[in-house]
């Protein structure tokens, strides 16, 4: 009686081995359909014993990641419908996944997109870019070449510069030295007209010492007169040789 | 007599003590902090913070603030040598003796053609695009003890690497990526498993055309013909002879070399690489040929 309860947990092929020779009668176990049901029954069990198997505690998304497999079959989110989502189940886990792999490629908005982008980031050819490039350096390269050419000129002119410098300043030392002098030459002949030592910053030395100079004033004066009298004269008489030879 | 016991005793307790360790010697005088801080009338003043202020406040002044000073760090308004720093490309420096480092330890196989990519997968290098590096800069150090024979794909190369490898009967390429192709060469498989097709290499920018179409630096836009040129040259120049790689068994592998819009050695631009199913998906639509082919 007890084998009767049993066989419900038993696989009938199991008790068909084991109970098969028994001296005792055994009730006959009610027959029922035996292709169909016994299919079903055996998948059914399976699955019961897969899922008694099954004691990692895992959710069943990612028991699917870990077993290799998409985690969802149907989109369980907003972003479980778009393309990238799509590309990467295709990506991730191939033909097993379901997707049409032609969502990998890109659509034609797609490219026209990136051509737009990739007319302005990239606005020249290789060849232009080639010929920018040659032409900025032939630039530098000549600026290069131009303040070369005019230190190198200028550098041929600083002896002569550096000479001018020195012969203005050496003039300038020599006309200092010559003023001084004369001063002093003017000084020491009003000391002489008075006899005696006087002090330079008496009034009657003063007195004599501008008559003094104005005295030589006009003596430069009439010298530099001359000067030019003599410079006219010359002129002349150069003119009066040129209108004779011209009258020759 | 007095003296002379002490001085006995003294040094007789001194043979019986034990010598001066670690062990047995006293710690300096404060140089144990009381892990607390006193709350009490004397020890619970200010704690070392101060009276009023930043200090006892504990709210610390930004690094470099002088107190409404004009800031040391900002007097010197402008540091020119910085200047467009932040946009100027960076590549990573490699030398030929961890080159060859590698080739020696077989994390690099000389039969194929070398790039990046395998550069990166020997694990010896790294760089990092989002961070303007722009690929292998390949130095001069240890290019005396340089013998390996490959094909090496970098993104810089000075002159002397150049002779080093050709010197070998190597042969070099120097070769811009833009940024989005190095993040692909340095992960591959992570592009691949994000279901993609494999994009086209972008062209160089303008400032560093000279240098990838000349021949004297084996650029990848150079023409072939100069860089055969420039290979004799160069080899006069260092004095050594070159080795004739048309006779090479492996002359194939020497010559190979990418499509100036290929990232991948093998791979065109447009396919789609499975690697689960391990299959690659090529386009047929004319719309995305030419697309791929531009």
């Known amino acids: 009686m007890s084998l009767c309860i049993r066989s419900k947990f038993i696989r009938p092929n199991l008790i068909g081995s084991l109970f098969r020779y028994s001296t005792t009668q055994i009730e006959p176990v009610e027959q029922i359909d035996p292709v169909v049901a016994d299919d079903e029954d055996i998948l059914a069990k399976e699955a019961a014993i897969e899922a008694k198997r099954n004691i990692s505690r895992l959710t069943p998304d990612h028991r699917n990641i870990v077993n290799g497999r998409r985690p969802y079959e149907e989109p369980k989110h907003i972003a479980h419908l778009t393309v990238k989502y799509n590309r990467k189940m295709y990506g991730k886990y191939g033909v097993a996944s379901g997707v049409n792999p032609s969502i990998c490629f890109p659509s034609k908005k797609d490219i026209e997109e990136r051509l737009e982008y990739e007319s302005v980031a990239y606005p020249f050819t290789i060849k232009q870019m080639i010929e920018m490039a040659e032409k900025r350096r032939k630039e530098q390269e000549q600026k290069i070449q131009q303040r070369d050419r005019e230190v190198a000129a200028k550098f041929a002119k600083l002896e002569q510069w550096k000479k001018d410098l020195l012969d203005k300043v050496a003039k300038k030392a020599a006309e200092a030295s010559a003023a001084k002098e004369k001063k002093e030459r003017l000084v020491e002949e009003v000391r002489r007209h008075f006899g005696f030592k006087l002090d330079p910053r008496d009034e009657r030395f003063q007195e004599m010492l501008a008559k003094r100079e104005k005295e030589q004033k006009k003596l430069e004066k009439q010298a530099r007169k001359e000067a030019k009298e003599k410079v006219m004269i010359a002129k002349l008489q150069q003119k009066n040789v040129e209108l004779g030879d011209t009258k020759k | ?294």
């Open chain 2, 1 to 294: 007599m007095g003296s002379r016991q002490i001085t006995e005793k003294s040094l007789s307790m001194l043979r019986s003590l034990p010598r001066i360790s670690l062990g047995n010697i006293r710690d300096n005088p404060n140089c144990k902090k009381n892990p607390k801080r006193g709350r009490a009338q004397h020890g619970g003043d200010k704690h070392g913070a101060g009276n009023k202020g930043s200090g006892q406040r504990q709210n610390f002044m930004r690094l470099g603030y002088e107190t409404g000073n004009n800031p040391f760090y900002l007097r010197v308004p402008q540091e020119h040598y910085y200047r467009g720093q932040h946009l100027r490309r960076e590549y990573p420096p490699l030398s030929l003796h961890q080159l060859q480092n590698m080739i020696d330890k077989d994390r690099l196989d000389v039969n194929q053609p070398i790039d990046i990519a395998s550069i990166v997968r020997s694990g010896i290098y790294n760089f990092f695009p989002d961070l303007k590096q722009f690929g292998v800069n390949l130095t001069d150090e240890g290019a005396d003890i340089f013998v390996a024979k490959v094909n090496i794909e970098v993104q810089w190369a000075s002159e002397q690497v150049i002779a080093a490898i050709e010197k070998n009967g190597g042969v070099i390429t120097t070769a811009y990526y833009d940024p989005h192709s190095l993040l692909l060469l340095k992960n591959p498989k992570k592009f691949f498993e994000s279901g993609q097709a494999i994009p086209r290499r972008m062209i160089p920018p303008p400032d560093a055309i000279e240098f990838y179409t000349s021949a004297k630096t084996r650029g990848y836009l150079a023409d072939p013909e100069e860089i055969s040129k420039e290979r004799l040259k160069l080899s006069q120049k260092y004095g050594y002879s070159l080795p004739n790689i048309e006779k090479e068994s492996n002359y194939e592998m020497l010559c190979e070399k990418k499509d100036p819009r290929q990232i991948f050695y093998g791979l065109e631009p447009g396919w789609v690489v499975n690697l689960k199913d391990e299959c690659i998906l090529k386009p047929k639509d004319q719309e995305l040929l030419q697309f791929y082919n531009s």
